[in-house]
């Protein structure tokens, strides 16, 4: 990513900036194309004109900043004096001013702290926390302490299977601090509760949230009272908006969860081997759990030009009279596994394998090696009809190994709860039973590893449609397909 360096110049405090506040913005955006890391430091420094009297003004300038430019740019605004190279100046008088108050009565934590905490996901960091953050450090002369939120309390966020390593997420979190203001020392720690360190140090003074987390903030003082622990001050922050929604099922808040839907249907990583043309289709394993929609995907793919292999059927006609996978069957198994017709006897057999994992694998080893030879036979057969990318639509795609076939992974996710139900309503099972299927199959986080496109089909059709047409068109361009 291409980086920017600016200095804006601006003698008389936080107050002459925040009245030029939209045509800086607008200097700015002019300033540092679209995707562009742009640095801010003021001169003199932010730093240097840091007081207890000041800290609010110049949080409102961090905040209008980060929320007018922080959906489009990368920016990071330094306090200190750091050298920015060859920084492009900003006068800010030569700036109109704006018809902005900026009498916003200040509160009892518009102040410096020797010490402050806050804590948070902090997946794909954001605008919003970029605000939360700097509106910490504006108040820490000493150490801030950041709580990471572990994995193991992520399970009902929306689409948590997408959010960041926990390990990129605190690096992420000391870089910002480091790169924002490194005259400060920082503590970032995983928290595996929703209180973390915030209700055993008994040197931090203020915590920072917002108003969606203020009621923890609450609770974390009522921790510490009862640890006989000094409260905490609190200091809450508003949401900011985004006004830059993709999906109507997108939150009006600039969110992580928003940002993760946003990734549906575009390139995670590189494919996993080159593609010759010349000598066969360019191969896209789909896959996905029970009830998540991957068959409904395979065939908008069809729709789109792709050839589609179905491979759950090919799994059908394994078990037909005459196949050698039939043959090794009734070797391994006995004759008891056949029916009257001389097919295959699911019951029987899935009473034999399901009881003992050993002989499942056993059977395993046989099917899939056929269905796997079936499969690429027919991808064949449609890239000879044409197709230059062929779908392989199968739900054991990566447990069986097939993955070294493709060239990318697309998967189809929906939450476990969602993907209960539908099983419960389109195939009459019990919850109980729709649970264990689910269970039974690889994770959402395991096939989300080594993806490289997912889709969720949580929403509306066309929401899934959309995604579908993102990846498809991507595909073509990257590929240079004819048609």
Request: glycine letters at 8%; one cysteine or more.
């Amino acid at each position: 990513m291409s980086t920017t360096h600016l200095t804006i110049l601006a003698k008389g405090g936080w107050s002459q900036v925040i009245r030029r506040i939209k045509p800086l913005c607008t200097h700015i955006r002019g300033s540092a194309p679209h995707g562009t890391k742009v640095y801010l430091t003021f001169n003199p420094s932010l730093h240097s004109q840091l007081n207890n009297k000041s800290v609010a003004g110049w949080g409102n300038v961090c905040s209008s900043i980060y929320s007018q430019l922080g959906t489009k740019q990368d920016i990071y605004i330094r306090f200190l004096d750091q050298d920015q190279g060859n920084a492009k100046a900003i006068d800010i008088e030569t700036l109109t001013e704006d018809d902005i108050k900026t009498d916003k009565e200040p509160t009892s934590t518009d102040r410096l702290y020797t010490n402050v905490c806050l804590g948070g996901t902090f997946d794909r960091l954001h605008a919003g926390h970029k605000i939360l953050l700097t509106t910490a450090l504006l108040r820490c002369t000493g150490c801030l302490t950041v709580g990471v939120t572990s994995p193991s309390l992520l399970g009902r966020k929306t689409l948590c299977e997408l959010i960041e390593p926990l390990e990129k997420r605190i690096s992420v979190v000391k870089e910002f601090i480091q790169t924002v203001n490194r005259n400060i020392s920082h503590n970032v720690v995983e928290i595996t509760d929703p209180f973390g360190p915030a209700i055993v140090d008994p040197d931090i003074e203020c915590i920072v949230g917002s108003t969606e987390t203020e009621k923890g903030c609450l609770a974390i003082n009522e921790k510490r009272k009862e640890k006989e622990l000094k409260p905490l001050d609190i200091h809450i922050i508003d949401l900011v908006q985004d006004d830059n929604r993709e999906e109507v099922h997108e939150e009006e808040k600039i969110s992580s969860s928003s940002a993760r839907t946003r990734v549906l249907g575009r390139r995670l990583r590189s494919s996993l081997q080159p593609w010759d043309r010349s000598k066969g289709p360019y191969i896209i394993g789909l896959t996905g759990g029970s009830a998540s929609g991957k068959s409904s995907v395979g065939r908008r793919l069809k729709d789109m030009g792709a050839g589609l292999v179905d491979c759950d059927k090919l799994g059908h006609s394994a078990y037909l009279p005459g196949s050698t996978a039939l043959k090794k069957i009734v070797e391994e198994f006995g004759d008891q596994v056949l029916a009257e017709d001389g097919t295959i006897n699911r019951r029987v057999l899935g009473g034999i394998v399901f009881s003992d994992r050993s002989k499942l694998e056993v059977l395993n080893q046989i099917v899939w090696p056929e269905i796997a030879r079936m499969a690429l036979e027919q991808a064949k057969q449609d890239w000879e009809a044409g197709h230059e990318v062929v779908v392989l639509d199968a739900a054991v795609l990566l447990e069986a190994g097939w993955n070294s076939y493709c060239h990318e992974i697309w998967v189809c996710l929906i939450p476990r709860d969602e993907a209960v139900s539908r099983i419960v309503l389109r195939d009459g099972k019990t919850a109980e039973e729709a649970e264990k299927r689910v269970d039974s199959q690889w994770s959402n986080q395991e096939r989300c590893k080594v993806a490289h496109t997912v889709f969720c089909t949580l929403w509306d059709q066309e929401v899934t449609q959309r995604q579908v047409e993102l990846a498809w068109n991507r595909l073509r361009e990257e590929l240079e397909l004819s048609s």
